[in-house]
């Protein structure tokens, strides 16, 4: 049972465009969503994260935005670097005996062409 | 600014050896994970530990047990390990919702 879906396996943009990494959950008890950049040979990083509560967040280039009702959400980098080349994860997480549990979705490769 | 480490990086095993991974982590973090990564998975919580002493399942804990002794350190253990284990190894720890991840330790079962 996947509970967090990208059903992306890749994704390939022009530098300088927009890139968007979609991400699909199926369980509403998710309180907090996160995304995840990886590089290879590297551990996954923190990139930007948004609560239940709300349906945007900002950090510089990276937005997230949450839309509960259709139970999707989606990361927008512009514009796309080639730096940004890796994959990505989206993250959702439920508080259980107070850790932070977190499902990961199957990771998109993204490729920022030249 | 050592944040989290696993050992080893890479390991070959042999169907039917015994191993463990360790991984330490330096930020006074009360939470640690075992997570493995497999193609088109992603993933796949093995097992964690809200604080010292204390390890409950993930999703996939079959084949696999933990320890943690000491709040720095998690180890994963592989009793008997089977060519389905083969797979990337990251540990993570963290306070909150943020995770900071080891980077990862490549294990082949032949």
């Known amino acids: 049972d996947q509970q967090v879906k990208q059903n992306s396996p890749s994704l390939s943009v022009q530098e300088g465009r927009i890139s968007i990494l979609n991400c699909d959950y199926t369980?509403?008890?998710?309180?907090?969503f996160l995304w995840y950049k990886k590089y290879p040979a590297e551990g996954p990083t923190f990139l930007i994260s948004?609560?239940?509560?709300?349906d945007k967040n900002e950090d510089g280039r990276f937005t997230v935005f949450l839309n509960k009702s259709a139970k999707h959400l989606s990361l927008h980098i512009v514009p796309s670097q080639p730096g940004d080349s890796a994959v990505y994860f989206c993250?959702?997480?439920?508080?259980?005996?107070?850790?932070?549990?977190?499902?990961f979705g199957q990771g998109t490769r993204l490729t920022i062409n030249p | 600014n050592a944040g989290v480490t696993q050992t080893p990086k890479f390991r070959v095993l042999k169907t039917g050896q015994s191993m463990t991974l360790l991984c330490a982590q330096d930020?006074?973090?009360?939470?640690m994970y075992w997570y493995r990564q497999d193609p088109g998975m992603g993933l796949r919580l093995i097992h964690y530990?809200?604080?010292?002493?204390?390890?409950a399942k993930g999703e996939v804990p079959d084949g696999y047990n933990v320890s943690r002794l000491k709040k720095q350190n998690f180890l994963l253990g592989l009793e008997s390990a089977a060519p389905s284990q083969t797979s990337v190894y990251f540990c993570?720890?963290?306070?909150?919702?943020?995770?900071?991840f080891g980077s990862g330790t490549r294990l082949t079962v032949v």
């Open positions: 993250a959702a997480s439920r508080s259980f005996q107070g850790a932070q549990k977190l499902v």
């Open positions: 369980n509403s008890m998710f309180d907090y």
């Open positions: 948004i609560s239940s509560i709300k």
């Open positions: 530990s809200v604080g010292e002493g204390t390890t």
């Open positions: 930020m006074n973090h009360e939470y």
């Open positions: 993570a720890s963290s306070y909150s919702y943020g995770y900071t």
